[in-house]
C-alpha cells in the first residue's frame, strides 16, 4: 500500500493556510449531526473535546483515569515552546521549525513541523485566555525561559507545573462542554478495540474498569490521544497506567504503526535505587539552566562532592559542547552521562549517577531566585531521595520518558484507517528520532486545538454518510474478541504475577533496546520477548474475578500488548541500520561517538504493517523529502 | 541510609458501594525506608496475588504528587501524617519499624467507595461543570502580552491554581466540605483579567453545585488547609466568600 501523506503542495509556509482552504467544511448546522469519539484526555484529547464541542460537533469523551484532569501531560514540568520573539532574541517561526527538525535528526515530516511551528503562537494566546497563570515577569509580561536545543528564550511555563496548568486549561474548557451537553464524558474506561465498517473506523469497545461491564459506543470517526508507550520499559517517567494497548488495538486493526523504536532517554532523572521501585521521577530539563552537569575526572573518586575541588571535576557538556553547554539535546545529554558511567566515573551508590549542580547560580542569584524558579522540583528531589539540593548536588541518570514513534498519520493526523485520527504522542509525525524539551505540550495543543478541528471536518464532509449503530456485526464480533481475551487472561491461574512479568520485559528492553543498541543484541532480545510471551499466556495470575474492580487484570492486558509491542520495536530496531537521535546503532557513530545517519538508505519513515499474529509485520515506507533545510549531520560544540 | 522495617497494616477491605467494609491485618515485611508508600502497598498486593488472594484496590497513576489520583487515610490523616505531600511521594522512611498503621479510604458523602481504598470523586469535577472555566472558545484570542497581569498577581492565582483536586479537604474535614478545593479554583480564575467578567456568576454557581451534591459547610476548621498536599492556603475561601457576598450584593 502506498503512503501519501497528502502534503498540501506549494512553499511550505503557506501550505497550511492553502490546506485549510482546500478542505471541505461541514455547515455550522450540519456539525450536530456528526457523532466524534475521543479517546484520552490529556493535552491532544483535552484540547481537542471541547474544541470539537463548541464547533457543534456531539462528542463522547473517554478516559482511564477517575477524573480526565488527570491524564499524564499533568506531569509535564518545565514549558510550552511558541515562536512568540518576546525577548527579542531571534527567534522566528522559521527558526523553531529548524531546530525542531534538527533536535529530530532529520527524521520528521517537514511540513509539519512548520505548521506545529505555526500554530505555536495562537497555544499561548489561547492558553492565557483560559485564564493559566504562566509566569510573568515584574512588569506584567510574560516570562520565558531556554531549553535544550535550542540558543532563544522561547519557553512559556507555570512554575515547575506547566503541564499541570495547560491540561488544567483544556479540562476546564472540557468541562464547559460537559455542563453545556455537547461533550458527554466517560471516566474509568479502557479502549480494547477499534470498530471498522467497510475499512472505515466507526466505533470503539471499551471495558468499564468499575465494573468490568464490555460496552459498545459508535461514531462517525474515532480520535486517539492516547499518549505514549514508554512503559513497555516497565520504569519509566510515565504514569502506571499509560500503556500501549489503544494505540496497538489500532494497529491489529490495520493502523500503521511508525517508527516504534524512536523512545526518548531524558537526561535528569533521579536514579534508579531499588528493585521494588515502581517508576522513575523526572527533574525538569529547565533546571539544566542554572545546574552544571559534572563527574569526578577520576573514575572511581568516592569523595563526597564537595570534598571534590574544581580541578577534579568534569563539567563534560561544558567541555565538550562550549556553544550549547549544558543545554544539548536529550539524546545527546544522555549518551554523554551513560559514557561517563561506562568509564566508571558515575556517581553515587550504584555508580549509575552524575551530578546536577546548582551550587554556582544559588552564589550568583541567591538563594531565593533559584527556589522561585525551581522550587517545587527541589522539595520534589528532597522528598524522594532525602537529599537537599540547596545544599549538596542532585544526583541524576537518563530514564526513558516520550516515544517519538506512534502511529503513522498524513498531513490530517489521520491514520491509514479512513476515519481513525491520532494527536498528540500517540502519533508519529512531529518530532523525529528526538524531541526537543518544551516541545511535547506544544504539539499535544496544536492538534488538539488548531489542527484536528480543521482536518477532521475534511473528512466527514468528504464522506458518504454512513450511520453505523452498535447493533452491526462488527460491534458483534469486536466484542467477542475482547470477551474472549479477558476471559483467557483470567483462566491461566499461573503462578507469577502480572508486574513480575512487566519488570522482566522492562529490562530486556532496557539492556538491549534502550540507550544504546547493537545487532547482536537486538536480534537476542527478539527471542528472549517471545518466549517470555509464551510463558506469559502460561504462567500468568490474574486473581480476582473480571465483572470487578480489578486493577490486576486491567494491568495483565496493557502487559500482554506490551509484550507483543515491545518485539515490533526491536524489528523496528534492527530494520533501521543507521543511528539517528534517540536511535543510537553501536556500529553507527562518528568519530566523537555522535549518532552517524545514513541519508541515503534510511531518511524516511517506517511504517509497519500488521499481517496477522506469529507473521512478520509488514514495511512500508514514507520518503521524507527535505525541500527547506539542508540535512546536515547535527553539531552543538 | 537504605534499611528494611517490618510493619502490620490495618487496611479498610470493602467489596463496593453497597457492601459493608472491615479492617483486614496484613504484614508487610522487609519493607526498604527508600520506597515511597504505594511502592510498600505493591509488595504487600504482589503477596496476597501469589497466596491466592485479592491485592487491595488502590487508585494511583502519576506516583510524581500530580495527578491528584492516588490518596488514603494513614493513621487518621489524609494522605499521611508528612506536611505538603501525596501518598505517592510519602515515603517509609517516615515509618519506624513495628509500626501499626491504619488505611482507610477517603470518607466523605459525595464520595462512596468503589472498592477497598478507591473512591469515586466523580463530583469534584462537577462543581467545576459549574463554572470553574473561562467562558472563551478556542481561537480569536488577542496577543497573549496584550492584557498586562502583575507579577504578584500571577503568583496569588498560581497559588491557588496548584490544587491538583485528590479531596484530601474533604476528607479531612469534620463537615466534608469541599470549600478549599473549590475556593482555589474561583480565587485563580477571580484573580485574573481574564476570569473576572464571570466571577460573580462562577462563584454562585460553583457554592451552590457544592451543596447540592452533598459536601457539607465550611464552619473555619482549618483541617483542609493542614492535609492539603499542595498546601493551598484558607486565605482562597476568604477570598471565595468575598467573591461571593459581592455576587449577592450586586446582582
Excluded at chain 1, 302 to 330: C, H, M, W
Excluded at chain 1, 563 to 590: K, P, Y
Excluded at chain 2, 47 to 54: P, R, S
Amino acid at each position: 500500500m502506498a503512503l501519501d501523506a497528502k502534503i498540501p503542495g506549494g512553499p511550505i509556509a503557506e501550505k497550511w493556510d492553502r490546506h485549510r482552504f482546500e478542505l471541505k467544511l461541514v455547515n455550522p448546522a450540519n456539525k450536530r449531526k456528526f457523532n466524534v469519539i475521543v479517546v484520552g484526555t490529556g493535552l491532544a484529547g483535552g484540547s481537542a473535546s471541547a474544541t470539537l464541542a463548541e464547533l457543534g460537533y456531539n462528542v463522547k469523551t473517554f478516559c482511564i483515569q477517575d477524573s480526565p484532569r488527570r491524564a499524564h501531560s499533568i506531569a509535564a514540568q518545565g514549558g510550552i515552546n511558541a515562536a512568540k520573539n518576546y525577548p527579542n532574541d531571534g527567534d522566528s517561526i522559521w527558526r523553531l521549525f529548524y531546530d525542531t527538525v534538527k533536535g529530530g535528526d532529520f527524521r520528521a515530516r517537514e511540513a509539519n513541523v512548520y505548521r506545529l511551528a505555526q500554530v505555536s503562537n495562537d497555544i499561548i494566546d489561547q492558553c492565557v485566555a483560559q485564564g493559566i497563570p504562566f509566569a510573568r515577569d515584574y512588569g506584567g509580561l510574560l516570562d520565558n525561559r531556554s531549553f535544550g536545543g535550542a540558543q532563544v528564550s522561547r519557553t512559556f511555563y507555570a512554575r515547575g507545573q506547566t503541564g499541570q496548568q495547560l491540561l488544567l486549561g483544556a479540562y476546564s474548557a472540557l468541562m464547559r462542554q460537559v455542563a453545556a451537553g455537547k461533550v458527554q464524558m466517560f471516566p474509568r474506561r479502557e479502549m480494547l478495540d477499534v470498530v471498522l465498517v467497510d475499512g472505515h473506523a466507526k466505533g470503539i469497545v471499551v471495558r468499564n474498569m468499575i465494573n468490568g461491564a464490555v460496552e459498545r459506543h459508535a461514531a462517525d470517526a474515532v480520535v486517539l490521544c492516547t499518549g505514549g508507550y514508554g512503559n513497555v520499559f516497565f520504569l519509566s517517567t510515565n504514569a502506571m497506567a499509560s500503556n500501549v494497548t489503544a494505540a496497538f488495538r489500532a494497529y491489529k486493526k490495520g493502523a500503521f504503526f511508525a517508527n516504534p523504536c524512536f523512545t526518548q532517554i531524558h537526561p535528569t532523572c533521579i536514579p534508579v535505587h531499588g528493585t521494588f521501585q515502581s517508576k522513575l521521577t523526572l527533574m525538569s530539563e529547565s533546571l539544566r539552566n542554572d545546574g552544571r552537569v559534572w563527574v569526578p575526572k577520576n573514575p572511581g573518586d568516592k569523595r563526597t562532592p564537595e570534598q571534590i575541588p574544581e580541578a577534579d571535576r568534569d563539567y563534560y557538556l561544558e567541555n565538550k559542547y562550549p556553544s550549547f553547554g549544558n543545554l544539548v539535546p536529550r539524546d545527546v545529554a544522555s549518551r554523554n552521562a551513560k559514557e561517563q558511567c561506562d568509564m566508571g566515573k558515575g556517581v553515587g551508590e550504584t555508580g549509575q549517577a552524575v551530578y546536577l549542580d546548582f551550587a554556582d547560580a544559588i552564589h550568583r542569584d541567591g538563594r531565593d531566585v533559584i527556589a522561585k524558579k525551581y522550587g517545587n522540583l527541589f522539595q520534589m528531589y528532597e522528598k524522594i531521595t532525602a537529599d537537599d539540593p540547596y545544599q549538596t548536588p542532585m544526583m541524576i541518570y537518563p530514564a526513558i520518558h516520550y516515544t517519538m514513534g506512534g502511529l503513522w498519520v498524513d498531513y490530517n493526523l489521520m491514520s491509514n484507517v479512513p476515519g481513525l485520527f491520532v494527536l498528540g504522542e500517540a502519533n508519529f509525525s512531529d518530532h523525529g528520532a528526538n524531541r526537543l524539551g518544551a516541545s511535547a505540550l506544544m504539539q499535544g495543543l496544536a492538534d488538539g486545538y488548531f489542527v484536528l478541528p480543521y482536518t477532521i471536518g475534511g473528512y466527514l464532509a468528504g464522506t458518504a454518510k454512513a450511520d453505523v449503530t452498535t447493533g452491526h456485526k462488527a460491534f458483534d464480533e469486536s466484542e467477542k474478541q475482547v470477551t474472549g481475551r479477558i476471559d483467557r487472561l483470567m483462566s491461566i491461574d499461573g503462578k507469577r504475577t502480572v508486574d513480575d512479568f512487566h519488570k522482566t520485559l522492562g529490562r530486556i528492553m532496557w539492556e538491549y533496546c534502550g540507550m544504546a543498541r547493537n545487532n547482536e543484541g537486538l536480534g537476542m532480545a527478539r527471542g528472549m520477548i517471545q518466549e517470555l510471551r509464551a510463558e506469559f499466556w502460561e504462567n500468568v495470575r490474574v486473581p480476582g474475578n473480571a465483572a470487578d474492580f480489578n486493577q490486576s487484570l486491567e494491568r495483565a492486558g496493557r502487559v500482554a500488548d506490551f509484550l507483543e509491542f515491545g518485539e515490533l520495536m526491536i524489528v523496528d530496531a534492527l530494520a533501521r541500520q543507521e543511528s539517528c537521535g534517540g536511535h543510537f546503532n553501536e556500529r553507527f557513530e562518528t568519530e566523537e561517538h555522535e549518532a552517524l545517519r545514513d541519508d541515503d538508505n534510511f531518511c524516511h519513515a517506517a511504517a509497519w504493517e500488521h499481517s496477522g499474529d506469529g507473521r512478520e509485520p509488514e514495511f512500508h515506507k514514507e520518503p521524507l523529502v527535505f525541500e527547506n533545510v539542508k540535512l546536515t549531520q547535527r553539531s552543538y560544540k | 541510609m537504605t534499611k528494611t522495617i517490618n510493619l502490620t497494616l490495618k487496611v479498610w477491605r470493602q467489596n463496593g458501594p453497597k457492601n459493608k467494609g472491615r479492617f483486614d491485618t496484613y504484614h508487610a515485611e522487609n519493607i526498604s525506608t527508600d520506597m515511597s508508600f504505594l511502592e510498600m502497598l505493591d509488595v504487600v498486593n504482589d503477596q496476597l496475588t501469589i497466596d491466592g488472594k485479592e491485592p487491595i484496590a488502590f487508585d494511583h497513576d502519576c506516583r510524581e504528587g500530580i495527578c491528584g489520583q492516588c490518596g488514603c487515610v494513614v493513621n487518621g490523616r489524609p494522605h499521611g501524617a508528612e506536611k505538603g505531600t501525596t501518598l505517592c511521594q510519602l515515603h517509609m522512611r517516615h515509618f519506624d519499624n513495628g509500626d501499626t498503621i491504619a488505611i482507610e479510604p477517603f470518607r466523605a458523602m459525595a464520595f462512596n467507595v468503589i472498592k477497598d481504598l478507591a473512591v469515586d470523586r466523580s463530583a469534584l469535577d462537577k462543581i467545576i461543570q459549574a463554572g470553574g472555566y473561562v467562558s472563551v472558545n478556542t481561537g480569536g484570542a488577542q496577543d497573549a502580552n496584550a492584557i498586562l497581569v502583575p507579577q504578584e498577581v500571577a503568583d496569588l492565582a498560581m497559588d491557588a491554581a496548584q490544587c491538583i483536586g485528590c479531596g484530601a479537604c474533604v476528607a479531612s474535614c469534620p463537615n466534608a466540605s469541599a470549600m478549599l478545593f473549590t475556593s482555589a479554583k474561583v480565587s485563580q480564575l477571580a484573580l485574573l483579567p481574564q476570569g473576572k467578567p464571570e466571577a460573580a456568576k462562577r462563584a454562585i454557581n460553583m457554592v451552590r453545585t457544592m451543596d447540592e451534591l452533598g459536601f457539607g459547610n465550611c464552619s473555619n476548621e482549618r483541617e483542609c488547609e493542614a492535609e492539603c498536599p499542595k498546601e493551598i492556603s484558607i486565605t482562597n475561601i476568604a477570598r471565595l466568600n468575598r467573591e461571593y457576598f459581592k455576587a449577592g450584593f450586586f446582582s
